[in-house]
């Protein structure tokens, strides 16, 4: 069975960092690009990041650039996102999402974690 | 950046009925044009691929169409379960980017 299950999350206090873990299974995790989309609360869908099956090109969101990470261990099958100088604006439901190639489109979803950033 | 506007924003739909949500991108972007069903405290998850192409899974009754700036999802045949909110989704340039969302509820 395809699979995506998140991790981490949690509350933090503005300005701090936070790290969210993604693990994939179920599919060649390394020949798919995987995302991550953000939902606050209440709100619509934003895309935050992207990263290419080899890991070697990466897309960010103007929203996150300079602060956000995302990254990849084909070995052990997992996405990360790395944020740092959080503000309450980052408060969101965090998505780990694939990108499948031959689909076109983000094809398989995690449950997600929720990040709260509040003092 | 490529904006996608939905319509409508909401609307009550009474079963067996047949509703069309829009959504219009600011730009010409092909067939890259994805559709997403999200029900209350669920992931989204994928109902139509490249503006007409169905998903393995996904009801028959829910159908796609458009190119270029326009797209629509229709419904035939409203049921209980198709009750959620939608979004369209474009991935033909960098910044990725969703409508606003259409949320159908039952009436």
């Known amino acids: 069975e395809v699979q995506l299950v998140e991790s981490g999350g949690g509350l933090v206090k503005p300005g701090e960092s936070m790290r969210l873990s993604c693990a994939a299974s179920g599919f060649m995790f390394s020949s798919e690009s995987m995302n991550w989309v953000r939902q606050a609360p209440g709100k619509g869908l934003e895309w935050v990041a992207t990263?290419?099956?080899?890991?070697?090109?990466?897309f960010y969101a103007d929203s996150v650039t300079g602060r956000f990470t995302i990254s990849r261990d084909n070995v052990n099958k997992s996405l990360y996102l790395e944020m740092t100088s959080l503000t309450g604006a980052d408060t969101a439901v965090y998505y780990c999402?694939?990108?499948?190639?031959?689909?076109?489109?983000?094809?398989?979803w995690g449950r997600g974690k929720l990040v709260t950033v509040s003092s | 950046e490529i904006v996608l506007t939905q319509s409508p924003d909401f609307q009550s739909v009474t079963p067996k009925e047949t509703v069309t949500i829009t959504c219009r991108a600011s730009?010409?972007?092909?067939?890259?044009l994805h559709w997403y069903q999200q029900k209350p405290d669920q992931s989204p998850s994928l109902v139509m691929k490249?503006?007409?192409q169905s998903i393995s899974g996904v009801p028959s009754r829910i159908s796609g169409s458009g190119s270029g700036t326009d797209f629509a999802l229709t419904i035939n045949g409203f049921e209980v379960e198709d009750a959620a909110t939608y979004y369209c989704h474009q991935s033909s340039d960098v910044p990725w980017t969703f409508g606003q969302g259409t949320k159908l509820e039952i009436k």
């Open positions: 990263i290419a099956g080899g890991g070697l090109s990466t």
């Open positions: 490249m503006a007409s």
């Open positions: 730009e010409n972007i092909g067939f890259s």
């Open positions: 999402t694939r990108f499948a190639t031959r689909v076109g489109a983000f094809d398989v």
